[in-house]
């Protein structure tokens, strides 16, 4: 039996980037967040995109099957950080990461382990709604909240100055503790960090967290 083909990887021209979106994921967000924080949110058209559709041919952007894609003129750009260091391309003038070497490789620990933690946030809510419910393995969700929590802890005991850029950092943290006031509320993450609250109190005022924030999209 002949697999059935997915459309290719490399898109037909296309003037305008085209940013294939879904409102509730926070890697989704984060792209949105750091496009209108460079300035260039008119720059990409932002395609809805559900990817759990039978018929979703998101794969024709991305083989893995995930939003965020970027389908640009040259080809398909996948995953949240990468898109942001394309658009980061459109915007030289605006830099997602210190020019100092230290605090460029602060901010580059402190992304990963805020990216990680969305990351198993993202994975705790798929075990939680996609399952079905009797087949939810409660040990997973544990060790997806073990990650949190440690990341969290590890984040928020860094200096208070490596908060104190707008960045890929920051902003991917004020995206990733959006998500988990979303989807986790139970894990109540104030309480244990004070520093990350006043943090979060802070970015989520800026335009760009504001006009993304899940709660518009249900
Ligand atoms: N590492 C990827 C993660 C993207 C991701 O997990 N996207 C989720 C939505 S939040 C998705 O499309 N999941 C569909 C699936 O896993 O099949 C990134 O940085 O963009």
Not at 135 to 148: A, D
């Amino acid at each position: 039996m002949a697999l059935p083909q997915p459309a290719p990887l490399t898109a037909p021209e296309v003037a305008q980037p085209r940013l294939r979106h879904a409102p509730l994921s926070p890697f989704a967000r984060k792209v949105v967040v750091v496009a209108h924080e460079l300035g260039v949110l008119d720059r990409i058209e932002i395609v809805p995109c559900d990817v759990w559709a039978p018929d979703t041919d998101i794969a024709g952007d991305n083989p893995l099957g995930k939003v965020p894609a970027l389908r640009t003129a040259a080809g398909a750009i996948i995953g949240a950080t990468l898109i942001c260091e394309w658009l980061g391309t459109l915007a030289p003038e605006h830099p997602l990461l210190p020019q100092e070497p230290a605090a460029r490789w602060a901010a580059l620990r402190a992304h990963a382990v805020a990216d990680g933690i969305m990351e198993a946030a993202v994975t705790y809510t798929m075990e939680r709604m996609r399952r079905p419910q009797d087949k939810i393995w409660e040990g997973w969700l544990e060790r997806q909240e073990g990650k949190i929590c440690r990341g969290l802890a590890h984040l928020a005991a860094l200096p208070a100055e490596e908060r104190a850029n707008i960045d890929l950092y920051t902003l991917t943290l004020g995206c990733t503790l959006g998500y988990l006031d979303f989807r986790l509320p139970h894990l109540d993450w104030r309480a244990d960090h004070p520093q990350l609250a006043s943090f979060e109190a802070t970015i989520s005022e800026r335009p760009s967290l504001q006009a993304t924030a899940p709660v518009r999209f249900i």
